[in-house]
């Protein structure tokens, strides 16, 4: 897994399952950074939304068309040589080959948690289409990265500004003078 300098242009896919901080962590991230910042929630269709709200984990098949928006999204920050941070459960490593289908350009960012810190904190979370009672699916399907990997994994216990210095410390990365937090 990597944890060297990065070579730009690059798009950190901060990845993990529901409820682990991706959304907080990446938006920090994308703030201090100045870079650009995609929620990958919102490029699910409206079928997964309303499967997931019902309780329904999504199949292969559900997740398809999603991640390839997830990739396209990806691949136009690379296109334009422009750095960017997304969101994106990520669970399984054929997914995270749909969206570093080139082989370089992406890293993963695996907010990596207990299911008992990771169930706390969805119990405290409210407004969101998926609830709880899918934690345990989202475990089952996880694929932690592999060693041949490009990412690396930080644990979600300490808080979300904290875990936006550690990634940036691991790869060197330092605040732009635009960057701006939400």
């Not at 054929?94 to 960012?109: E, L, T």
């Not at 605040?175 to 939400?182: D, I, L, N, Q, V």
Request: hydrophobic share 40%; with cysteine; net charge negative.
């Amino acid at each position: 897994m990597a944890t060297t300098p990065l070579s730009e242009p690059v798009v950190l896919v901060v990845m993990g399952v529901s409820g682990s901080g991706k959304s907080t962590v990446a938006a920090l991230l994308a703030g201090r950074l100045g870079w650009a910042f995609e929620e990958g929630d919102a490029l699910h269709p409206q079928t997964n939304i309303d499967k997931m709200a019902a309780g329904h984990p999504l199949t292969d098949e559900d997740r398809y068309p999603w991640l390839e928006k997830v990739a396209e999204w990806v691949d136009q920050r690379l296109d334009h040589g422009e750095n960017g941070v997304i969101t994106c459960s990520a669970l399984k490593r054929s997914y995270r080959s749909i969206i570093n289908r080139r082989g370089s350009g992406v890293v993963f960012v695996f907010l990596s948690g207990t299911p008992q810190t990771i169930s706390a904190r969805l119990a405290e979370r409210h407004g969101h289409f998926m609830p709880a009672s899918m934690l345990g699916s989202q475990f089952a399907d996880l694929e932690e990265l592999s060693p041949g990997e490009p990412g690396i994994r930080i644990d979600v216990g300490p808080a979300p500004g904290v875990i936006a210095q550690q990634i940036m410390d691991k790869f060197g990365l330092r605040p732009s003078g635009t960057g701006r937090e939400p």
